[in-house]
C-alpha cells in the first residue's frame, strides 16, 4: 500500500472513528464494570466481527449482500433487534449484585465469553459497518499492488485505531468515576447506555443501503 494512501486512509478512519457508536458505549461500559480486562475482550470481539466485515468486502461479498434487498433487510432488522434487546436489558433488569462490588471486578472465563460474544454480535449484526466499509475501502486501493496485502494492511491499521479510540474514551470514563461513587457512574452508565442502544436500533431500522 502505497505510503500517502496509508496516511490518508488512517487520518480519514480516525476521524470517524472519534464519534461514540454502539461498540464504544459497550467497551467503556464493560471497562467500568470489569476494568481493563472488560475492556480487552469487548475490544477482541469488536475487531473479530471488523475482521470478518472486512473480508467480505475484500471478497465482494459485502457488495453482493448489500445489491440484495432482502438480504440487506434481514440484517437491518437482526442488528435493530439486537441493539433494542440489549438497550431493553440494559434498562430493565434488576441489578442483582451492587454495583460497587462488581465494578472493577476481572470477569470469570464464562463472563468473559459472554461479553466477547456480546461484543461481536453487536459490531457484526449492525449493516451499517457493512455499508461503511463498502464504501470506504475502495477508495484507497492501489490496484497495481496487491489487493489482499492493502485489506490486511487497511484492518491493521483500523484495529490499531480502534483499540487506541476505546481505550481513549474507556480510561477517560475510568478517570472520572475516580471522583464520583462508583456504583453511581455504573447505574447511570447503565441507564444511558440503555436508551442509547434503543435508539440506535430504532434508527438502524430507518437505514438504506444506498
Known amino acids: 500500500m502505497a505510503l500517502h494512501l496509508w496516511l490518508t486512509f488512517s487520518l480519514a478512519y480516525l476521524l470517524t472513528s472519534l464519534t461514540p457508536g454502539p461498540n464504544v458505549l459497550l467497551t467503556v461500559r464493560n471497562a467500568l464494570r470489569h476494568g481493563p480486562a472488560g475492556m480487552g475482550v469487548t475490544l477482541f470481539g469488536n475487531l473479530l466481527a471488523q475482521l470478518l ?12 449482500l448489500l445489491a440484495l434487498p432482502t438480504a440487506f433487510l434481514v440484517l437491518k432488522v437482526v442488528g435493530a433487534g439486537y441493539l433494542i434487546y440489549l438497550g431493553a436489558r440494559q434498562l430493565f433488569a434488576r441489578q442483582s449484585v ?27 449484526s449492525n449493516p451499517k459497518t457493512l455499508i461503511f466499509f463498502c464504501a470506504f475501502l475502495p477508495q484507497f486501493l492501489d490496484h497495481g499492488r496487491p489487493i489482499a496485502e492493502q485489506f490486511a494492511v487497511m484492518y491493521l491499521t483500523s ?10 474514551y474507556c480510561f477517560s470514563a475510568l478517570h472520572f468515576s475516580k471522583h464520583v461513587k462508583a456504583s453511581r457512574v455504573v447505574a447511570a452508565l447503565k441507564r444511558a447506555t440503555g436508551a442509547l442502544f434503543i435508539g440506535l436500533g430504532v434508527r438502524l431500522l430507518s437505514a438504506r443501503a444506498v
Open 53 to 64: 466485515v472486512i473480508s467480505a468486502v475484500a471478497w465482494g461479498v459485502g457488495a453482493m
Open 159 to 168: 484495529a490499531a485505531i480502534v483499540c487506541g479510540v476505546h481505550s481513549f
Open 98 to 124: 451492587p454495583a460497587a462490588a462488581t465494578e472493577g471486578a476481572v470477569p470469570a472465563a464464562q463472563s468473559k465469553w459472554r461479553i466477547g460474544t456480546e461484543a461481536f454480535l453487536v459490531s457484526a
